[in-house]
């Protein structure tokens, strides 16, 4: 399997890597948000989903292994790829400025991937802390129904500000993820690339104001 | 020459050696003509230079009609200088304004280290040129005309890929210094031609593996080299390599 080694530890290889697991991330969020979402269906519902996701611990834990050896690939990768790169620049420029026309934005979020990733691992320590290992006070939803404790963090001053810087950085992370790991995996034609930028584009934005929209919906409960 | 020229200020880079720490300088230019190409001010600069018992600057250029790639520069921190498809030696003084500051720099990457002032060393690119930038022919008699169909699609896009002078735009612009666009070029003029077919899996692992060595970075599809390239080569050619990576790979029978 040296093959595959040599492959996968190559910057084409990295790439490679970076974009399967940037996409499988993607694939989670889609998952998750589609979950929550069911918070607008009412407190029967919601709490019928947690119950029935909770009822297969077993199952779960695999998913989170998975899920989290994917989200480490894709954190290791980032680090040390960013590192090569300084490296491979060395002394920098004493000035700079882009060539490229038709920009968007002035803001070019592909200069700040590893910037708006952090602010995303921000988002999910503050995430993880609230919900899954409650880390921060649970006087107010203990022994809630899911749904309760839900809009209860929701709630929180802290997490609403939280959650909703995350989400920008959500969708300023994928607004060049998404197109980004198209490209690195090869998948570029004149057929479909505008499909791919727009609906890479489209893809983020729907994903940061779904989950956007369930902090604002908590606001009135 | 006609009228009265402008008065600009250089700040150029000046660095005696490779292990010199380098230094930025400022030359105050007086009455340059904008009909001067960018390269040719800079002649004007050395002459007076050397008529005041000064080093010249010392850069690189040879054919200064666009086609050889000899010549870099990061002028104001754009790769040639602020013109799409142009290189430093088609650029004019008319781009500039009377008193202008201008900023010359040379392309830094640790794969191109300097050799002296705004001169690096580019042979990391003939390296990954030499690692599989070739098909090998037999020598023989010349084939048949037309025995070797090639549709025209397949000829334009090796044309636009082997468009590539080899100038190093696309690392000096690349925030990671990256060589993905010229490698990419590269690999592409041969793999989309039947002549290149028979090695095409061989060419790109090797070309990349060569790419890693010489220390360049990877690329994070910024679409800078694309935008900076004096040749208007495509990033399209990104993702064929990544493709022909991808093949080569899982598919070939190269590293088993």
Redesign the interface.
Not at chain 2, 76 to 79: I, L, T
Not at chain 2, 108 to 111: I, M, Q, S, Y
Not at chain 2, 238 to 246: F, G, P, T, V
């Given at each position: 399997m040296n093959w595959l080694r040599c492959a996968l530890s190559s910057s084409v290889g990295k790439k490679f890597l970076m974009a399967i697991t940037g996409l499988a991330l993607c694939g989670f969020l889609v998952v998750h948000l589609a979950g929550n979402l069911l918070l607008f269906a009412g407190a029967e519902a919601y709490n019928a989903y947690a119950h029935k996701l909770h009822d297969n611990e077993d199952l779960l834990h695999v998913a989170e292994t998975g899920l989290a050896l994917i989200f480490f690939t894709h954190l290791y990768l980032a680090f040390k790829l960013s590192a090569e790169n300084r490296i491979a620049r060395g002394r920098g420029y004493a000035e700079s400025q882009s060539k490229r026309e038709n920009l968007i934005s002035k803001v070019r979020p592909e200069t700040w991937m590893l910037v708006t990733g952090l602010g995303l691992l921000a988002y999910m320590l503050l995430h993880l802390a609230d919900f899954t290992l409650e880390f921060r006070d649970t006087s107010h939803y203990e022994g809630l129904e899911p749904f309760d404790k839900a809009v209860s963090l929701l709630t929180d001053p802290i997490s609403v500000v939280g959650y909703l810087a995350g989400f920008a950085f959500l969708f300023a992370h994928l607004s060049h993820g998404i197109s980004s790991a198209f490209q690195s995996l090869g998948l570029n034609h004149p057929k479909y690339n505008a499909v791919i930028k727009w609906g890479g584009l489209g893809f983020a934005l729907a994903l940061a104001l779904g989950n956007a929209s369930l902090v604002f919906w908590a606001q009135g409960q | 020459m006609s009228g009265q020229g402008m008065n600009l200020t250089l700040?150029v880079w000046r660095q005696a050696g490779s292990e010199d720490k380098g230094e930025?300088r400022f030359y105050q230019l007086n009455n340059v003509s904008e009909h001067m190409s960018f390269l040719e001010m800079l002649d004007v600069l050395n002459e007076r230079l050397i008529k005041l018992g000064e080093e010249p600057v010392a850069f690189d250029h040879d054919c200064r009609e666009g086609i050889c790639g000899m010549c870099s520069l990061?002028i104001?921190?754009?790769?040639h200088g602020?013109d799409?498809e142009t290189t430093t030696c088609q650029l004019h003084m008319r781009r500039f304004r009377d008193g202008d500051t201008i900023?010359i720099?040379p392309w830094?990457?640790?794969?191109f280290p300097i050799i002296r002032d705004l001169v690096v060393d580019r042979t990391s690119f003939d390296r990954v040129i030499s690692a599989g930038g070739y098909v090998s022919v037999n020598a023989g008699n010349a084939p048949d005309a037309n025995c070797l169909p090639v549709p025209k699609q397949d000829q334009e896009k090796a044309m636009d890929a082997a468009a590539c002078i080899g100038c190093g735009a696309c690392v000096a612009?690349c925030?990671?210094?990256?060589a993905?666009l010229f490698t990419s070029a590269k690999v592409s003029q041969m793999a989309v031609l039947p002549q290149g077919k028979p090695e095409r899996a061989r060419r790109v692992l090797n070309m990349?593996?060569q790419?890693?060595e010489e220390?360049?970075?990877?690329?994070?599809?910024?679409?800078?080299c694309?935008?900076?390239c004096p040749a208007g080569i495509s990033?399209?050619n990104?993702?064929?390599?990544?493709?022909?990576?991808?093949k080569a790979?899982v598919f070939s029978d190269?590293?088993?």
């Open positions: - | 700040r930025f990061m104001n921190g754009q790769a602020p799409n900023t720099e830094r990457a640790k794969a612009a925030k990671n210094a990256s993905m990349v593996a790419m890693d220390g360049f970075g990877s690329c994070t599809n910024t679409s800078e694309e935008a900076a990033v399209d990104i993702a064929r390599l990544n493709r022909e990576y991808l790979v190269e590293g088993v």
